[in-house]
């Protein structure tokens, strides 16, 4: 059998892992527990904060996202000094000498909150020089009279948060039994695309709205995981918890090509469409003729 590449895209779910080596770590999704649980980093409230870490990791692995080995050695590390904060002092009269279970981890989000908050400057002056993205604005305060909160890129774990709420909403909507259908992630894609080819931005709740089966909304956001990595979408959000919207991006020249291309595809759909659409008049006029 002749090897298949890489980078062909997966048609069946349960081959389509999404590699999360592009988006963030375990440190990366600590510092996102804490700022969205507004808690003091050094005194982190380990054991609620452990519960959410692994929340995170079981709704990864439901997703069939490749989750990389050192978040589970992080679940390990958490779990480990959860049960070291619950052992009973020898002595609860004097300070523990030894230090505390937390501190080693605390030194290590300080040291990558400063590394990351220096790469994002980076990031931030790299693309004011190449003027690759701009948020029109501009008409926006024309019209409200007053500059909007600007927006910030969504890491992973931000769209794992607003996925969570699509699911929970999911699950109070009455049950409606339809026959199933299943969709390839490359179809889905293409769908997405045509959607966002008719507006400049959508919410991110709104790409959910025509699917109705668990394993409908779990395809829907493979395919924006899938789409963020090809540099076909940017995600942005309105503060720290505000609405999430995607927007359709120019793509640039260093965005990855796979095999069967999205974006090739999508201008090749339109092109069929339209064709059909221009033939409709001759054909409409060729019935005619026969029947006179």
Known sequence: MEHQPDFEFESILEAYPVRLEKFEGPLDLLLHLIKQHQVDIYDIPIAAITEQYLGYIDMMQELNLDVAGEFLVMAATLIHIKSRMLLPRIDPTQEDPDEDPREALVRRLLEHQKFKAAAELLHERETLRSAQWTRPDGPIAEIAGEAPEPEIEVDLFSLIAAFRTVVERAKQRPKVYLP?????????????????????????????????????????????????????????????????????????????????????????????????????????????????
Do not use: W
């Not at 394993?215 to 090809?230: D, H, N």
């Open 180 to 292: 199933s259908e299943q969709i390839s992630i490359e179809d889905r894609i293409e769908q997405l695309m045509a959607k966002l080819s008719e507006t400049e931005a959508c919410g991110f709740e709104d790409l959910f709205a025509d699917v109705q089966s668990r394993a409908g909304i779990v395809v829907t956001f493979l395919a924006m995981l899938e789409m963020i990595r090809l540099k076909l979408i940017r995600v942005f959000q309105s503060g720290a918890l505000g609405p999430i919207r995607v927007y359709k991006r120019a793509r640039p020249a260093d965005a990855p090509k796979p095999l069967l291309d999205p974006e090739q595809r999508h201008a090749h759909e339109v092109a069929v469409q339209n064709a059909v659409r221009e033939d409709e008049p001759a054909t409409a006029i060729a019935k005619s003729s026969e029947s006179e």
